[in-house]
């Protein structure tokens, strides 16, 4: 008898082994020489991890209680493989073409990235996988029972947990090695593909056993099985049938069959060749089933457990090698079983539970690519962790009972509730999300009320509920709804819940509309083109290199990107100067790419290149969002270009005006400078003559006095009206708005301009009659100007007799010009006496020459002009008044 | 002592101080008020110290002044130049132009005597 300790020794040698060829299958990977990882045998053999603990162990089981209706179990699957044109291929396709990386992306992506979708579909392979992995914990906690003879519940509760563990630490070391974007895991699917051999080996070298060692021979054999009660059951169609569609559906539907089908596939090739070896491996697994159940219940004494026949039979023989192999099958089975489930699993939870939350939360940290890789695996790992956890504790909680075995049926019932999705998904346009959601939700409520419920029993629904229906309504019986009693319980939930499930989609999808991103999706899903993909053979490496080396200099520049290649080169070993084509060596290219034409461009064209993909919607979505961005970066240079130079022009312009006005500044200074010194002047040089008082007449004395007089007054006068022009170029006077009559404003000004006009006699000739003009204005100011203008005449007005002509004309606006008989102004002074200082002729007169430049500034806030009129006898100004202000006289 | 002094300056007030104040002392004073025939004017009466004005109406005291310059009989005359305008660029033209003396206004009384009895030659 074996003991229990060179069990554990064995297993643990055969778990190393599996380590190590999942290590070297995955390093080959890396290295890009490994061919083979990609046979389509290794992918065919990967399928078999449809072929868990619960088969390997429980056909015999269900065989010897029900004879062929195992073989049900296998047909589902064989059917969908050998039709594999119609449904598979289409959804391998879209799988590789739309990189989809678990059966809840696939839904969510088919309906316009419905992260809502994803969590449900999550949710709902979360709870149907569950029972399952604890199934298999129970089967090799059961199977090592056999060995131990000692059974105790503790006992088995370490063992399924360190089996737990162990199954944790390989998923999550050969799970989460790299994150592909297409997800795939060479070294899991290798170990599987070993495990799958071994599994097949057990069981054949088992059924070997029992037709030449025990009974005999074939003839023999078939003897036995037609003496047993097996050779009389009977078949139940009904039964038949829903099963052959239940497994056809798991097997599509069921994430871990997702995974090694749809994620891990590479090309048709693979497909091919699984369609008729697949079929064929579960044929030779099923081989042996009936012989093993009926020699086993007939040599083992009644009421052993025909779940561990393969075990037992050979033990009863005292074949411990024998069963020893069986042992390790049954192992295998159940590993490799959890192992996809789990990395399945995790990768729905990390994607679509975990990553959403921890994005929405960290919203605003910004996220570097590899901060986000290292999340995106420390969520993988937790979630590994986490669905074995889950399976350890269901395993735990339920005792390990009998009732396991039948959740294995269950579980596919619940999973099989994505099939409408999925299938309607892939194959009709009309499909919708709200669809989707609304056959998802009854599909599932109608699962969890007619199987999944029950199925606890009376532990959690109460009695009654089994009797007479929830609240009395015997329609409601989850067993017989809308009292259609008497269906096989499975039978019945899933004729009600998919056909409800289908309808419900059906409908919804019918009555909703589907938004542009699911329209685009839903094209691309149904639409996928039948004759791209997979042509191409990955022996094509160094092509494919070849490839990548034109496209890398085309972006990267000839130099940089053969130093590139060569340093990825030798960082392989290799010796030429093309690097193999591993994901190291494309991520780094793409890497490389992207810092010049984007992350999504990048990753479209070395998947184009690489994986003969062709680019989806979102790929060309990405592209064109960068592309976008790119124009708008170049459009804001442009636009930030164009606006430097405007400023420049802007600071040019603005320095000259400073520069002009820096120098009129100047000037203007140097102007007030000599207006203030030269009163200064006199005021200074007469007082001192006072002062020294030597030799001056009372007559001298009084005149100098007067002069010093003068000269002060002309002084105030100047800051006066310095202060004046001030306070109007600034705008800060306040104009005092009142009603006068032009002629009073005349009337005033000349009295005040002639006042000092002792010797000159200036004669005003003025036409009473028009200047009665009622005026809104500041009278005093305008007054100001007047003056200015009468005085101006006074002073430079060089005729015999002068005279001064003020002519006032109503049209449009009001205009008062004053003539004098004079000279007037010199042609080219004309255009500067308004300004400054700019007094022209000589300075006897005395004025600072402010008094036009004052003027203008006035009339100017008056909402006047003035100006200069050429062409006059004399020196002509034109005062225009605005006349909304001057209102004619009643 | 009794030399002759041409004061040619536009401000009325101005040419009747210095004239006051050379007077006083016993300089014979003539004055001019116009820019334009100023350099005739200093050549038909030959002073023995010319003041000049910078600001004159008709033409400019650096102008004159660098006509002067530029004629052997004027050449050497001394002048003392006047400006109201108090920058040192002023004071760098006036110098340029050949002024012996420059100043500006105001000036003390006493400061014009000096300069005239300085310049004006033994």
Redesign the interface.
């Known amino acids: 008898m074996t003991t229990l300790n060179a069990l554990a020794a064995i297993s643990i040698l055969y778990v190393l082994f599996l380590f190590a060829v999942a290590f070297f299958a995955e390093r080959a990977s890396r290295r890009g020489r490994a061919n083979w990882l990609r046979a389509p045998i290794v992918y065919t053999l990967s399928l078999s991890i449809y072929c868990t603990a619960w088969t390997f162990y429980g056909a015999v089981g269900s065989a010897a209680r029900n004879g062929f209706e195992y073989l049900t179990i296998y047909l589902g699957p064989s059917l969908v493989l050998i039709g594999w044109w119609w449904v598979l291929r289409k959804l391998v396709r879209i799988g590789r073409v739309q990189r989809i990386t678990s059966i809840a992306d696939l839904i969510s992506s088919r309906y316009g990235k419905s992260n809502l979708l994803g969590v449900g579909v999550t949710l709902l392979a979360v709870i149907g996988t569950t029972p399952y992995i604890a199934l298999q914990l129970q089967s090799v906690t059961l199977s090592v029972e056999v060995f131990s003879q000692a059974s105790g519940g503790e006992q088995e509760q370490t063992t399924a947990f360190w089996v737990a563990v162990g199954l944790a630490v390989f998923t999550v070391i050969f799970g989460t090695r790299n994150l592909d974007a297409n997800e795939r895991h060479h070294g899991v699917v290798m170990a599987i593909a070993v495990e799958a051999i071994v599994k097949l080996a057990a069981l054949m070298a088992v059924g070997i056993f029992v037709v030449w060692g025990i009974s005999g021979g074939v003839s023999e054999t078939l003897e036995r099985i037609d003496a047993s009660s097996l050779g009389h059951w009977e078949v139940n169609g009904g039964r038949w049938a829903g099963l052959m569609f239940l497994s056809a559906a798991a097997f599509l539907c069921l994430p871990r069959m997702f995974q090694v089908m749809v994620v891990e596939n590479d090309n048709d090739q693979q497909l091919r060749m699984a369609a008729w070896a697949f079929p064929l491996y579960l044929m030779l697994m099923s081989l042996f089933i009936v012989p093993i159940a009926v020699v086993g219940l007939d040599v083992l004494p009644a009421g052993s457990n025909p779940d561990l026949f393969v075990l037992t039979v050979p033990l009863e023989y005292g074949q411990n090698a024998l069963a020893l192999l069986s042992f390790l099958g049954g192992f295998s089975s159940a590993t490799s079983m959890v192992i996809v489930a789990a990395i399945a699993l995790s990768t729905m939870v990390s994607n679509h539970i975990v990553m959403p939350i921890w994005l929405r939360v960290n919203e605003n940290v910004v996220s570097v690519s590899g901060d986000v890789r290292n999340v995106v695996l420390l969520s993988r790992r937790l979630s590994i962790g986490g669905v074995l956890a889950l399976g350890y504790l269901y395993y735990a909680q339920s005792g390990g009972g009998a009732a396991l075995s039948e959740i294995g049926l269950v579980a596919f019932m619940g999973i099989a509730q994505v099939l409408p999705a999925m299938l309607g998904g892939i194959f009709w346009r009309g499909a919708t999300r709200f669809g989707a959601l609304a056959g998802l939700t009854v599909g599932f409520s109608i699962w969890v009320y007619t199987l999944y419920l029950p199925s606890f029993g009376a532990a959690i629904l109460p009695e009654s509920f089994f009797d007479g229906g929830p609240f009395g309504l015997i329609w409601l019986h989850p067993q017989a709804l809308f009292g259609i009693s008497g269906i096989d319980p499975l039978l019945h939930t899933m004729i009600w819940s998919l056909t409800f499930n289908a309808v419900a989609f059906f409908v919804a999808s019918l009555s909703s509309f589907p938004s542009p991103l699911e329209r685009l999706q839903g094209a691309q899903f149904v639409n996928i083109q039948q004759g791209t993909g997979g042509a191409r053979s990955w022996s094509q490496g160094s092509a494919e290199a070849e490839d990548l080396m034109v496209m890398a200099q085309r972006i990267l520049g000839s130099a940089d990107a053969q130093r590139l290649f060569l340093r990825e080169a030798r960082r392989q070993g290799s010796d030429t100067h093309l690097p193999a084509p591993t994901a190291e060596f494309l991520q780094i290219l793409e890497r490389e790419l992207s810092g010049s034409v984007g992350a999504a461009t990048a990753h479209a064209m070395v998947g184009q290149i690489v994986g003969g993909m062709s680019i989806s919607v979102e790929d060309l979505m990405a592209v064109a969002d960068e592309t976008a961005q790119m124009m708008e970066y170049s459009a804001t240079l442009e636009a930030q270009s164009q606006e430097l130079s405007r400023t420049a022009a802007q600071l040019r312009a603005a320095n000259d005006k400073l520069t002009r006005l820096s120098v009129q500044k100047d000037a203007f200074l140097?102007q007030i400078?000599?207006?203030?010194?030269?009163?200064?002047?006199?005021?200074?040089?007469?007082s001192?003559?006072l002062r020294?008082g030597d030799?001056i007449t009372a007559e001298?004395q009084s005149k100098y006095a007067s002069?010093i007089h003068d000269?002060a007054i002309r002084l105030t006068r100047l800051l006066d009206d310095l202060l004046d022009l001030s306070v109007l170029e600034n705008g800060q006077v306040s104009l005092n708005l009142g009603e006068g009559m032009l002629s009073d404003v005349l009337d005033r000004a000349e009295a005040a301009a002639l006042a000092h006009d002792d010797k000159r006699g200036l004669q005003i000739k003025r036409d009473r009659e028009s200047e009665q003009v009622w005026l809104n204005t500041d009278t005093e100011r305008l007054s100001q100007v007047f003056i200015n203008l009468i005085s101006n005449a006074r002073k430079y007005c060089d005729a015999e007799s002068p005279a001064l002509a003020i002519v006032v004309t109503k049209g449009e606006a009001l205009t008062v010009d004053f003539i004098d008989n004079g000279s007037g102004v010199a042609p080219e002074a004309q255009d500067v006496i308004f300004e400054k200082f700019a007094r022209v002729?000589?300075?006897?007169a005395g004025g600072a020459g402010l008094g036009l430049a004052i003027s203008r500034q006035i009339v100017t806030r008056l909402g006047g002009e003035i100006s200069y009129l050429s062409g006059q006898s004399g020196a002509a100004f034109r005062v225009i008044l605005p006349l909304e202000k001057a209102l004619a006289a009643q | 002592m009794a030399g002759h002094v041409l004061v040619i300056e536009?401000?009325?007030?101005?040419i009747?101080?210095?004239s006051?104040?050379l007077s006083?002392e016993g300089w014979h004073v003539a004055t001019h008020?116009?820019g334009e025939d100023a350099a005739e004017i200093v050549r038909s009466r030959a002073p023995d110290v010319l003041i000049l004005d910078v600001?004159l109406?008709g033409r400019s005291g650096y102008d004159i002044l660098r006509e002067l310059r530029g004629d052997a009989a004027t050449e050497n005359l001394p002048v003392l130049m006047l400006t109201?305008?108090?920058?040192s660029k002023d004071r760098e033209m006036a110098e340029r132009a050949g002024a012996s003396r420059f100043m500006?206004?105001?000036?003390?009384?006493?400061e014009v005597l000096e300069a005239v009895r300085a310049l004006a030659p033994a």
């Open positions: 140097s400078s000599h207006e203030l010194r030269t009163p200064m002047t006199s005021i200074r040089a007469f001192e003559i020294d030799g001298e002069i000269e002729s000589d300075q006897k | 536009d401000e009325p007030n101005i009747e101080a210095i006051f104040i006083r008020s116009n600001m109406p109201a305008r108090g920058q500006t206004k105001p000036f003390s009384n006493a």
